[in-house]
């Protein structure tokens, strides 16, 4: 089992930046792929980053790319997502998830470990 907690949501304008950190706890963090998905009011979940056990390979989703920077500390159990140049899309709720395989996914459902989000507002 791994708990998940995500913080360092909030409300900002756009253009501007934002870091989320997701803290784990339980197994050892370094055995799990990280991730983190978004969803707005009324649409679907949408990946947003991932990142391999090491931290060596990412992927992005193409609205992100250039823009967020998802990272990992190992020592200290957690993930972090650097948001820059924040647009009113990126609006939403924010999900932190882990996985035990080793390859990357953007498919959530191969994710089995889920936190409870942190918010993410942008004004225009």
């Known amino acids: 089992q791994v708990q998940l907690v995500e913080s360092g949501g909030g409300s900002v304008q756009a253009g501007g930046s934002l870091r989320l950190s997701c803290a784990a706890s339980g197994r050892t963090f370094s055995l799990y792929r990280m991730a983190w998905f978004r969803q707005a009011p009324g649409k679907e979940r949408e990946f947003v980053a991932c990142i391999s056990r090491g931290g060596v390979n990412t992927l992005y989703a193409d609205s992100v790319k250039g823009r967020f920077i998802i990272s990992r500390d190992n020592a200290k159990n957690t993930v972090y997502l650097q948001m820059n140049s924040l647009k009113p899309e990126d609006t939403a709720m924010y999900y932190c998830?882990?996985?035990?395989?080793?390859?990357?996914?953007?498919?959530?459902?191969?994710?089995?470990?889920w936190g409870q989000g942190t918010q993410v507002t942008v004004s225009s």
């Open positions: 998830a882990a996985d035990s395989s080793i390859l990357l996914s953007r498919n959530g459902n191969e994710y089995n470990y």
